[in-house]
């Protein structure tokens, strides 16, 4: 009996370690600080010394507030957060000095709506390229993100619409 319940056990305890292991490559791609969560982040291709944009989305899963309050990359000479706003009837994009993550949300950055600008690139973004970026948030600290160049027209991380 004892050596049935042995035989039986160790494959299951063998399972667990495969599993996790499953479960952590699953997770490595998701970049997380804290109850941060960011998912799909993307940019459009782009020519050097033009400008471009990273999207994605943020969830902060605690229950704390937290804010995006600046990026970094080498891929720009210059990076902003901002946003869109209508004056006068046109679309015209805003520098804000930071993007706020409440407890228990999901913020967008999205194509017409705030997103991380990349000013003077300094080569071009190639669709099926990634770029580097870091995002740098009031209270999680640092994460490091690789946007997924889609096509020129892009409308999401899938690089779906024109």
Same mark, same amino acid.
């Given at each position: ?23 952590? +490559?699953?997770?490595?791609? #998701?970049?997380?600080? $804290?109850? !941060? ?7 459009? %291709?782009?020519? *050097? ?53 409440? +407890?228990?949300?999901?913020? #967008?950055?999205?194509? $017409?709506? !705030? ?7 300094? %080569?071009?973004? *190639? ?36």
């Amino acid at each position: 009996m004892l050596r049935r319940c042995i035989l039986v056990a160790i494959p299951a305890l063998l399972a667990v370690p495969a599993a996790r292991a499953q479960q952590g +490559a699953a997770e490595a791609d #998701t970049p997380r600080s $804290g109850d !941060l969560v960011i998912e799909a982040p993307w940019t459009r %291709a782009a020519g *050097a010394n033009g400008n471009g944009a990273g999207f994605m989305r943020i969830t902060n899963r605690g229950t704390e507030p937290d804010r995006l309050v600046s990026a970094t990359t080498d891929a720009a000479r210059v990076i902003e957060l901002h946003t869109h706003i209508h004056d006068g009837g046109v679309m015209r994009m805003r520098p804000v000095p930071d993007i706020p993550i409440p +407890a228990g949300t999901t913020v #967008t950055l999205q194509p $017409g709506g !705030l997103h991380v600008m990349l000013i003077g690139l300094t %080569a071009p973004l *190639a669709q099926g390229t990634r770029v580097p970026l870091t995002l740098r948030f009031a209270r999680a600290g640092e994460v490091r993100v690789m946007l997924d160049v889609q096509a020129a027209g892009a409308r999401g991380a899938g690089g779906h619409g024109r």
